[in-house]
């Protein structure tokens, strides 16, 4: 019994024990994104655009569109960030949020996601 807990032991600790590769993805996320881009102008609208050395690829927009009713504006913001997974796979989120709700899609999801929008 008592082999078979410090096997089971000693099979937790090496199991739990970061890997090579673990390592150098922790070590290329610490680095500063490769790529910045920000724009803004003076009534609060911007669009920016990023890409980090994995590969990590945001991009967004906010631009003010006039309200349902006519008396002010609303921001209203539309983006995409794309990354590779430790599966190696590409996964793609693309995102609006405004007038109509807020909205998430991506393939890896499993429905397109929906918001409604506040009365």
């Given at each position: 019994m008592k082999l078979f807990l410090v096997s089971l032991c000693l099979f937790a600790v090496a199991s739990a024990a970061p890997?090579?590769?673990?390592?150098k993805l922790a070590a290329i996320r610490a680095l500063p994104a490769l790529e910045h881009e920000e724009v803004h102008d003076?009534?609060?609208?911007?669009?920016l655009r990023y890409v980090t050395a994995e590969g990590t690829v945001v991009s967004e927009r906010g631009r003010l569109v006039p309200s349902h009713d006519?008396?002010?504006?609303?921001?209203?913001?539309?983006g995409e960030?794309?990354?590779v997974s430790d599966d190696g796979?590409?996964?793609?989120?693309?995102y609006s949020a405004g007038l109509d709700g807020t909205k998430v899609e991506g393939s890896h999801l499993p429905t397109p996601v929906e918001v409604p929008a506040s009365p």
């Open positions: 890997s090579e590769s673990s390592d003076e009534a609060g609208q911007y669009a006519g008396t002010g504006y609303v921001l209203v913001t539309e960030v794309s990354y796979k590409t996964y793609v989120t693309k």
